[in-house]
């Protein structure tokens, strides 16, 4: 369950914590939230801290609330039109419902869970953020993207054809060319919504390398249906049911000895 | 027992039969113009003004008169149609107003043409003193082809994947950045179907431009947008059955003429409209 040359890459990253935390260490702290869409009541009061640089990750059976709760911090909750909340979400002090929407998910980016490539050339897809940001100088575009790509370790296999359709790319390319696309406008926190759901073992791999490797730079949040897959890029894991936070601990522990029997129950397979 | 095959084929000759049914008579009544009407095709009836009494000459004035009405109306509807189809699919919140709204405008699409003829007589010509022009004559049929410009434009903004709204809003465009490089650019070819539909139905309708534009005999060609103009549908009523003894190649010669321009604007909106699809990189 648990592979060694990723803990390794953990036990380095661990290091390199102290040296680029950007904040004071708290990037999102939410306290009693509650969110609603129409009747159905899809968050129950969760409260939880949210570290820099660390990767986060959810788990918890289908409508369990982790999405909701993925979806809250970049507030693309907004968008269904019977959404309603309580209680409080601070990104660094600042409640999010009091940044602009547009500047808190330039902060908060997010990795979907199909490959949804914009209908653009590989190019224009990880430009068109930084576009829209107001960046017009071609140079300048170029080196981003090219920066962008080689983050998310895509770079080698595109470079030659930058202005094909990212449709003519396969499946796990498109979710690193998502990741590409999400990095290039320079956020803080990137939020990944079951990203490995539709790829094959290698490109998951793939995603999850490329994740580990940018928790020095970035706070990650990854839901997952995969139990295994927080066990293995994890720091800490929170385990939702029924639109409640379960449990909130370092991995280690979740995985070995949790506290609540329902969270043992879940990663053993027993229910979900 | 049934032979599940044969029902197959019964219900395949059924459905290749009602196929048969609509192009066999468009495709006779195309026959049927083209035949009669090709006879009359010169340059000087495609250039020269109606002689005695419209029996001889050309339809020169007819032609261009359609062509001023035509455009008139889609520089009129297609800019107002499309902003009332992006505020209705993108902006608008869905409660009963707005479902109330969105079916009137579906329904305003079939009102009968004189009844938006007898309105532009009202409002541009009376009210707004437009006259009898080629003003009120285009904002008629704008008003008459808006409906269909807003349903099928709305279709085509609403026909693109909200995944990719989520996907430019994520990354912190805003929802105008959102509409304008994203959801419009995807949406052309369908709003393109529609200005299709509206330019047919704009050329070819004689009711909205009965009262509000069209001249009997004009010998000369309009000099600004406030005189009158001959148009080809309804030059050809006039020639059909008020005028006597009008030559039946003539008749037949003006019907092609208005359906070769109808198909000819069709083309070039279908020509844009590949090309954007061809774009389209999904």
């Known amino acids: 369950m648990v592979n060694p040359v990723r803990n390794n890459k953990l036990a380095e990253n661990a290091k390199m914590k102290d040296k680029n935390t950007i904040s004071n260490g708290v990037k999102f702290a939410i306290k009693n939230l509650d969110i609603w869409f129409g009747t159905i009541h899809a968050l129950k009061q969760v409260s939880m801290e949210i570290e820099a640089n660390e990767i986060l990750g959810a788990i918890g059976p289908s409508s369990s609330g982790k999405t909701t709760f993925l979806r809250m911090l970049n507030r693309l909750n907004d968008l269904s039109p019977n959404f309603r909340m309580n209680g409080e979400v601070k990104l660094e002090n600042d409640n999010i419902k009091n940044i602009d929407a547009q500047f808190l998910r330039k902060r908060v980016g997010m990795v979907f869970a199909l490959p949804l490539s914009l209908p653009l050339s590989i190019f224009d897809n990880v430009a068109y953020g930084v576009k829209m940001h107001g960046v017009k100088n071609k140079k300048l575009l170029q080196n981003k993207v090219e920066e962008s790509l080689k983050e998310a370790y895509l770079w080698d296999e595109v470079k030659d054809r930058l202005n094909e359709s990212a449709f003519k790319l396969s499946g796990g390319q498109q979710q690193r060319l998502c990741i590409a696309r999400t990095l290039a406008v320079s956020p803080e926190v990137i939020l990944f919504d079951e990203p490995c759901s539709g790829l094959d073992p290698i490109s998951t791999a793939k995603v999850e390398d490329a994740m580990v490797k940018l928790k020095q730079k970035y706070t990650i949040v990854l839901v997952t249906n995969n139990v295994k897959q927080a066990a293995r890029v994890s720091d800490r894991t929170a385990f939702f049911l029924n639109g409640e936070l379960i449990e909130l601990d370092k991995t280690e522990l979740i995985f070995t000895g949790p506290k609540d029997k329902r969270t043992d129950g879940y990663i053993r397979g027993k229910f979900g | ?282």
Not at chain 2, 54 to 66: E, K, L
């Open chain 2, 1 to 282: 027992m049934r032979n599940p095959y044969r029902s197959q084929k019964i219900a395949f000759f059924f459905l290749f039969l009602a196929t048969l049914l609509i192009v066999v008579p468009v495709g006779l009544i195309v026959i049927v113009i083209i035949q009669k009407g090709l006879p009359a095709i010169s340059w000087q009836f495609l250039s020269d003004i109606p002689r005695q009494g419209m029996r001889s000459g050309g339809i020169f004035p007819a032609i261009i008169g359609t062509l001023y009405l035509v455009s008139g109306a889609i520089i009129f509807a297609l800019p107002i149609g499309l902003l009332a189809a992006i505020y209705l699919s993108e902006y608008s919140k869905d409660n009963l107003l707005t479902r109330i709204i969105k079916l009137a405008i579906v329904n305003l699409a079939g009102v009968p043409s004189v009844v938006y003829g007898l309105f532009g007589l009202a409002l541009f010509v009376v009210f707004l003193k437009f006259g009898v022009s080629i003003l009120s004559g285009s904002l008629t049929l704008g008003i008459m082809i808006l409906p269909v410009i807003i349903t099928t434009s709305r279709e085509a903004l609403e026909s693109v994947p909200q995944s990719f709204r989520e996907v430019s809003l994520s990354l912190g465009a805003s929802k105008w950045q959102t509409i304008r490089h994203i959801v419009l650019p995807n949406a052309i070819p369908g709003i393109l179907t529609g200005t299709i539909l509206g330019l047919g139905r704009a050329a070819g309708e004689t009711a909205p431009i009965l009262f509000t534009v069209a001249a009997f005999y004009l010998p000369q060609l309009p000099k600004s947008i406030f005189d009158q103009a001959m148009a080809l549908p309804y030059h050809l009523y006039v020639i059909s059955t008020q005028v006597p003894n009008v030559d039946e190649k003539i008749r037949y010669g003006t019907a092609l003429v208005l359906l070769t321009l109808v198909l000819f604007m069709n083309l070039v909106a279908i020509v844009i409209r590949y090309k954007f699809r061809k774009k389209k990189k999904w």
